[in-house]
Nanobody
């Protein structure tokens, strides 16, 4: 059984940084993409960053230049480095792995609060 466990969320002041981690346990065949989403209160879940296998990362426009997604294939871990955080980026951040046969795995979410 595959489980994704996120860590690294918390309270940070505007302009601060956080690094989220998402570690997968279990066997996942043929990973296509490793992704970070976020969902703010009252809003839809939003794709923030994607790391495709063998491809370049992509980001939603609002985080370009500030967020960096990376992965450790050996550990099946994906990271999200978030710099210059803004209050409007307060949300629950979720990691997601999409694999062959349309399999999709989600973490439980980690709260990020940007506030002074």
């Amino acid at each position: 059984q595959v489980q994704l466990v996120e860590s690294g969320g918390g309270l940070v002041q505007p302009g601060g940084s956080l690094r989220l981690s998402c570690a997968a346990s279990g066997i996942i065949f043929s990973i296509n993409t490793m992704n970070w989403y976020r969902q703010a209160p009252g809003k839809e879940r939003e794709l923030v960053a994607t790391m495709a296998s063998g491809g370049s990362p992509t980001y939603v426009d609002s985080v370009k230049g500030r967020f960096t997604i990376s992965r450790d294939n050996a550990k099946i871990t994906v990271y999200l480095q978030m710099n210059s955080l803004k209050p409007e980026e307060t949300a629950v951040y979720y990691c997601n792995i999409r694999a062959a046969l349309s399999r999709s795995y989600w973490g439980q979410g980690t709260q990020v609060t940007v506030s002074s």
